[in-house]
């Protein structure tokens, strides 16, 4: 079936999750073509959830021997460049041999389910750094996000279409439960993070992703309190100011980078959503969820 969604583009119902149409052809062809690379970082998220975050602080870490912070990249160019999604972008525009010229480590992006990703990267021993987010949160940041489009619709009903799971890439419970199984299953493998851990300390949470992508800080590093440095340069408040986050658009998308750069708050969904509203997600995600751990993670 497809729906129109109140979205970017009609949404269509491929492999159980909700797929928008334009990107169909480069997520068909990335999960037919793509050669993962041992070496690769998996960077996923569901969209709205600190995509832009994650990129650029992957992104810090990963060239801080190529980069300082004064001539980083990030500083001329949206994240969402410097780490564009492998299939709605890379593969969309038929330019997977770009791929092959990157510098190693890879650094990759997608918004698939777990399920759907590539076989060759569950086969691989790349690594997969998923980024959840308070689903109320996070629904919020996609209702302003894409009510800047031509297609307006009141949060109600937009809300209505969250719960039957039919938004981008959604049920977004199938999503994060997919990924929290691999998690469990295969830790080496696969990080599981969450928003609001990275907006509680993220001295530690940067830490911990440097370890995981193989990229850890030295004694030295951290005496010289380059994590404060790093965390610092990806803050929100940072990364908004920034002249490209201000005036710039991110190339692949053709979009204003300013969009990507909203509030960047933990809670924001209680000046939106009702409490009867949070309620009845809560309980979807709690039946959804069963014993499988996530919820209390998510609580935590
Ligand atoms: P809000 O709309 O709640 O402000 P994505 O990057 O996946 O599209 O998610 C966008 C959300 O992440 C927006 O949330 C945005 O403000 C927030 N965000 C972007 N950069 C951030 C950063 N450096 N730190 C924290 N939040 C950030």
Partial sequence: PRVKGWDFSFLYQYQGFWCPSRYLHGILSFQRHFQAKDTDIVLVTFPKSGTTWLKALTY??????????????????????????????????????ILEDLPTPRILATHLPYASLPQSIINSNCRIVYLCRNPLDQFTSYWHFVL??????SIDEAFEKFCQGVTMFGPVWDHELGYWKASLEKSNNVLFLKYEDLKEDIIYSTKKLADFIGCPFTNEEEAQGVIEEISKFCSFDNMKNLQVNQTGKVAYFGME?????????????????????????????????GESGLMTFLQS
């Fill in 60 to 97: 810090t870490i990963a060239n801080r021997s190529r980069y300082t912070l004064e001539n980083t990249p990030l500083l001329t160019t949206p994240s969402h460049d410097l780490v564009p999604f492998t299939d709605l972008e890379i593969y969309s525009k038929n330019q997977s041999s």
């Fill in 148 to 153: 800047q489009p031509a297609d307006p619709v």
């Fill in 257 to 289: 980078t300013k969009a990507f750069f909203r509030k960047g708050k933990v809670g924001d969904w209680t000046n939106h959503l009702t409490p009867s509203m949070s309620k009845r997600l809560h309980n979807l995600m709690e039946e959804k969820f």
